[in-house]
């Protein structure tokens, strides 16, 4: 789930069993030296990424956990 705003509240919350598609974007220094990145999940029901995380230590990782626990699932 990611939430934005100060005033007015958006939510968006994808279920992990519904993530069809997971990019990691690096660029710079800070992807190449850190990992740091963007994470954008996708969903079935649209093109473009639904939630997109971005300046996230070891992007890498982070979907590989996504993704390990997609195949636990099944």
């Known amino acids: 789930m ?3 705003g100060i005033l007015v509240k958006s ?6 069993r ?3 598609s997971i990019n990691v974007t690096k660029s710079g220094l800070e992807g190449l030296l850190f990992g740091l990145g963007s994470l954008e999940l996708s969903t079935a029901a649209t093109a473009d990424a639904e939630v997109v995380f971005r300046g996230i230590v070891n992007a890498d990782k982070v ?3 996504i993704s390990d626990i997609q195949v636990g699932m099944h």
Do not use: G, H, K, P
Request: hydrophobic share 35%; glycine share 0%.
């Open 63 to 65: 979907r590989d956990l």
């Open 18 to 20: 519904d993530i069809r």
């Open 2 to 4: 990611i939430e934005t």
């Open 11 to 16: 939510s968006n919350q994808l279920r992990i």
